[in-house]
């Protein structure tokens, strides 16, 4: 409570103008002052005057939100409000142990990379059995909770193929080492997405290694389990302690970790190695934009005209000498050499990108996605309307709140089927499964491909 | 508050009649309803989400039954507590009516329920070619019910009036229940009393207005914006005036004081001119051979008058660079001190700079810092005392700086609101700047409108009633 009352002065800034519930993405789809910042604002105060009791109701309100951070990122008066959110939660689960289930879930699961690979593995196993479709069949699905039918759905929209982030390809002339942090997301469920990024890097002239690091902690944190949040990024921290840079793929764990600064600012052991650590964390498209790309040919689609160029020892890619390690190479505007990427002569492929919330307000990076994406042949980048948006999937807001994630999702589909796009990109997994859910609902049969943008860069993918 | 017993009977015959999920009793749900855009806050017993007319209509018979309060409300973004449940009793949340019912193009109209956001009005009739003038600050998250409610102004107040130069049409619940019809989609009405207008501006006082029919405009083609500065405040005023002798109508002209000058420029650093007294930012709107002659004209009066500097915009990103600036006194001035509150005076245009200069005078007196900005075409000034409202001994000094703001606007022959409205944050003064007489005959109506006194009590005249 004691951190939670430390920001009650700048909760008290809040002049209760109303402004944010025009871009909160809940208060859009229900009108209902109760999920809109300045009224969660105002139970936070009540609470801590005393005129409240943190009952279930109070619980409900502080979780009625999906965290994407619009209603900050837009005040006047410059309201911390997701960090007064997230010291609320935490501040409630101090005083009240959390649920069993969750506990299980969170510190039990997601917490323990060994236990987490077993399950995936059992996830593989019931999905190769055919034991997953009992839970999708025509009267078992009927009699499971909306929760629990989203959460299938999540799951196994795709093939599980477990980890499989082992053989990872060499540089042919290293620029450098970096280190990738594959989220559990995307490790667990989208294998595919680890490769392509570690692809990605190798053709860019980086040699990739791997730490098995723990989760970012991103999803204790957000369920008010701070201890575990900083044990873990204790743990991360202590992983890549060597290495000059941490790149990731997922918006959320690298809103994480560059957050671990601030986590972790108050402890005399950790807080300096937080703050280099969190220094050195770039989001995949941050760093590539920043140094330099080389995309690699289509799959499938035979490059006409000259044969695929390794990015070279001749620096062609990116105008720099191959000496220059990454050091030298620093975070300056890079080049894209998209001259392997092929897609069929002539044509325009409209692609939209969607801005997830952990990547454009959580870190800033809206440009870098965009820039690599306009550098590929044959790729007309029409914007939807509001990019930025939140798609209602919030990690695990989509399981827990399904009938709100469900309508701001569908928002967030009309907005992408209104641009005409057949695919649209983004960068966090829990971005791609909720859109692809949502467009499933709302498109009426039209196709539209939802790409994490690793997958889309590193795979050549084939449009 | 009632008793816990008369609360719970509220409650299940509320329910009796509305769906009870639209039917929030829980603490959180009675303080999110419990504010408005003031500094003030008080308990519903209750909060009802209306969903139809004939909701309203049921809530209304219901509470007239049982003499309970009701306080409607829209997206609770009032500058006055106008939505306030300062009595307790019902909140009848008017936010899930929003649907446009109709924008017809060819009587240049639109009808819609309360709870439609301003600015969605405005764009779904711009998508239609056409333009729905009114535009408070808050048109991205205010409703038409409340700017009716209200009769809510903006910086187009000038050249386009406000929200009551747009109402043709509304259908009102009374107080008893009962639904009426005034007004249509006639320019022109003789038939029967001019009651939209008595609805317009009343403050939720009299009905609940569950339908608008708004006229609409032809959507002016072209746009021309140009900022001046001057080193003298004086000189800004009289530029004003001149402008308008000149004839043109602006359809914005905005003055912003030295202070809000320099307080955007420590937030965004925009190169103003931090030693100027004024800033006056000025649009044309309409054809745009119309619209390159009255800028040329401005332009001339505005050098004519010693501006100190001038700039003319060529396309819209310039003229979003020249508003930007007075965007930001809003977001720029809520980070100096922990609370602000914003006033709301309307005086006759000349005793602009006499109004500034009083107001300066009171700054010094009561050693507050209070901001001075607002819609200089129309004399609607909104001085903006920066405070830190959780300080008692302070807010008595800004007590008696608001009582002197307001005895300085009546005595230059203004008033106490321009857009904002009474409500209860301006109650006190009423007697500033109406006589008894006219009071008590508004007391009157009121009484015969609604005898049981159940519609957003204490409001506008106080317990007095």
Known sequence: ?463 | MPSIAAQDMLVKELKRIIDPKRVLDTPEALVVYSYDATTQQSLPAVVVKASSTAEVSGVLKLAARLRVPVVPRGAGTGLSGGSIPAAGGIALVLTGMDKIREIDRENMVAVCEPGVITADLQKAVEREGLFYPPDPSSLGYCTVGGNVAENAGGPRGIKYGVTKDYVLGLEVVLPGGEVVRLGGKQIKNVTGYNFVQFFVGCEGTLGVVTEATLKLLPSPPARRTVAATFSKLERAAETVTAILYSGVIPSTLELMDQKSINYVEDYLRLGLPRHVEAMLIIEMDGMPEAVEAEAARVVAVCRDMGAAELKIARDSAEADQLWKARRAVSPAISRVRPSKIGEDISVPRSAIPDMVREIQKIEERFNLPIVIFGHAGDGNLHPNILTDKRDPQEMERVEAAIQAIFEAAVRLGGTLSGEHGIGLSKQRFLSLNLSPETINFMKAVKKAVDPAGILNPGKIFGSDM
């Open chain 1, 1 to 463: 409570m004691d951190s939670l009352r430390d920001l009650q002065k700048s909760l008290w800034k809040c002049n209760k103008c109303g402004s944010c519930t025009s871009v909160c993405p809940l208060y859009a789809q229900t009108k209902d002052e109760a999920l809109s910042a300045r009224g969660r604002l105002a139970v936070i105060d009540a609470l801590l005057d005393g005129g409240l009791a943190p009952g279930k109701s109070y619980e409900e309100c502080l979780y009625n939100c999906i965290l994407c951070q619009a209603c900050s990122a837009n005040c006047a008066s410059g309201v911390p409000t997701t960090e007064i959110f997230l010291a609320a939660r935490s501040a409630l689960t101090r005083e009240r142990k959390q649920p069993l289930a969750q506990r299980l879930f969170f510190r039990g699961l997601l917490a323990r990379p060994d236990r987490l690979k077993l399950g995936v593995s059992a996830l593989c196993l019931c999905q190769k059995t055919g034991l997953h479709r009992l839970a999708g069949s025509g009267v078992v699905s009927r009699l499971l909770p909306l929760s629990v039918r989203r959460a299938r759905d999540f799951l196994f929209d795709a093939p599980l193929s477990g980890f499989r982030v082992k053989d990872i390809p060499k540089a042919d002339h290293p620029r450098g080492c970096v280190a990738y942090f594959p989220g559990c997301a995307v490790s667990a469920l989208m294998p595919q997405v680890c490769r392509s990024t570690c692809r990605l890097l190798a053709l860019s002239g980086w040699d990739v290694v791997l730490p098995e690091n723990y989760c970012c902690g991103m999803p204790h944190l957000v369920h008010g389990d701070e201890e575990t949040a900083r044990r873990l990024a204790r743990k991360n921290i202590t992983l890549y302690r060597d290495v000059e840079v941490v790149v990731t793929d997922c918006a959320t764990c690298g809103a994480a970790l560059k957050g671990y600064e601030k986590l972790l600012s108050g402890d005399s052991g950790y807080g300096e190695m937080a703050r280099l650590f969190s220094a050195k964390v770039r989001d995949l498209t941050e760093f590539l934009a920043g140094t330099g790309v080389s995309l690699p040919a289509a799959a499938g689609a035979a490059p006409t005209g000259s044969a695929p160029r390794a990015p070279g020892p001749d620096g062609a890619v990116f105008g720099r000498p191959p000496s220059a390690g990454y050091a030298a190479a620093g975070l300056t505007p890079g080049g894209v050499d998209s001259s392997h990427f092929h897609t069929s002569a002539g044509e325009v492929h409209r692609v939209t990108y969607h801005d997830p919330c952990h990547l454009a307000r959580g870190q800033g990076v809206r440009r870098q996605p965009r820039q690599l994406l306009k550098a590929i042949p044959g790729v007309k980048l029409v914007e939807m309307e509001n990019p930025d948006a939140c798609c209602g999937g919030g990690g695990s807001f989509l399981f827990t709140h399904p009938g709100l994630a469900e309508k701001v999702g569908g928002a967030k589909a009309r907005a992408i089927l209104n641009t005409g796009a057949g695919v649209v990109v983004t960068e966090c997994p829990g971005c791609v499964k909720q859109i692809k859910l949502s467009l499933q609902r709302e498109s009426g049969g039209a196709r539209v491909k939802v790409v994490h943008l690793a997958e889309f860069l590193g795979s050549g993918f084939t449009l």
